[in-house]
């Protein structure tokens, strides 16, 4: 084995890694048990080869499955095919998904978009996990639903890497401050960060904002309160998730790859994906 298994931070800038942003609506639908096999292993290898690169073992990425505006029969089809986690954005789409699938008691749900306060309820009696944090006031309403279901939540604090106006997320520079108010939240366990990179075909772009979240964590390690662990780095979807894993992605949220495109536009869930436009 020559293979290097150093630990340190993987060195990208000699990669030359491409996005796959040109499949944009070009996935394959998938409508089989056998589709979605196919393309979780398609996947799979993906990230395998990728960990291969930069030296890191494929069991420290996570493939988090975005089922987001899909029907419950290809849920199904994707339970069947080994899938036991789902990420959804809204809050009462996933809500419903979990009502449908209740029969299936080994499925984890993953809220990965915004969430407004009042939907806070919604969230705390059936995810596991919250990528989206990103203000005091949906900590403060999760933190009181949460203890009223005797429930946790792992939460990640999403950055804005890209500098869009009209992305979510906190700016890079307020998240230390943040993380020092997270410890009053009891049932809220902190795991670490999640980003959006610009989307962008140009790979170096893209690149830039995963460098920045890995640097940011790296920064923040060194002053997090007692029991913030930032150990995970949620960032990649399915036009940019191997940059992701060479920057140091532990969690790649991986949805038209796995399920097949989607009918909705991008400018649907982030104001500033213009319809059907890759910049
Ligand atoms: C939809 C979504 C993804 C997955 O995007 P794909 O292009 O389907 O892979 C990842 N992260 C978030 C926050 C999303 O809303």
């Known amino acids: 084995?020559?293979?290097?298994?150093?630990?340190?931070?993987?060195?990208?800038?000699?990669?030359?890694?491409?996005?796959?942003?040109?499949?944009?609506?070009?996935?394959?639908?998938?409508?089989?048990?056998?589709?979605?096999?196919?393309?979780?292993a398609a996947v799979q290898a993906r990230i395998q080869a990728c960990c291969q690169r930069v030296g890191r073992d494929p069991a420290s990425v996570r493939l988090l499955p975005v089922s987001k505006t899909k029907p419950e029969?290809?849920?199904?089809?994707?339970?069947?095919?080994?899938?036991?986690?789902?990420?959804?954005?809204?809050?009462?789409?996933?809500?419903?998904k979990w009502e449908e699938m209740a029969d299936l008691t080994d499925l984890r749900w993953s809220v990965i978009g915004h969430l407004q306060t009042n939907k806070a309820k919604l969230v705390a009696r059936f995810a596991s996990e919250f990528q989206a944090l990103d203000s005091l006031r949906v900590a403060d309403a999760l933190e009181r639903r949460l203890q009223a279901e005797g429930r946790g939540l792992d939460v990640f604090v999403q950055v804005n890497t890209s500098g869009e106006a009209s992305k979510y997320g906190l700016p890079p520079e307020e998240v230390s401050a943040f993380l020092q108010q997270l410890p009053a939240f009891s049932a809220l366990r902190v795991r670490g960060l999640m980003t959006l990179a610009v989307l962008s075909a140009e790979a170096p772009r893209v690149r830039s904002c995963f460098t920045l979240l890995r640097e940011l964590r790296e920064r923040l390690r060194q002053d997090a309160p007692e029991g913030i662990a930032l150990d995970e780095l949620s960032m990649g979807m399915s036009g940019d998730y191997e940059i992701a894993i060479e920057e140091g992605a532990t969690v790649v949220r991986v949805g038209q790859a796995i399920f097949g495109a989607r009918a909705t536009p991008d400018a649907y869930y982030w104001p500033s994906a213009e319809q059907g436009e890759v910049r």
Not at 3 to 9: E, G, K, L, W
Not at 73 to 96: D, I, M, S, V
């Open 1 to 40: 084995m020559n293979t290097p298994t150093t630990t340190s931070a993987p060195t990208s800038a000699a990669l030359d890694t491409q996005t796959q942003h040109d499949q944009h609506g070009h996935w394959p639908q998938a409508e089989s048990v056998d589709d979605f096999r196919h393309n979780l």
């Open 73 to 96: 029969a290809n849920l199904r089809l994707a339970y069947a095919a080994g899938c036991r986690q789902f990420g959804e954005n809204k809050p009462q789409e996933a809500y419903r």
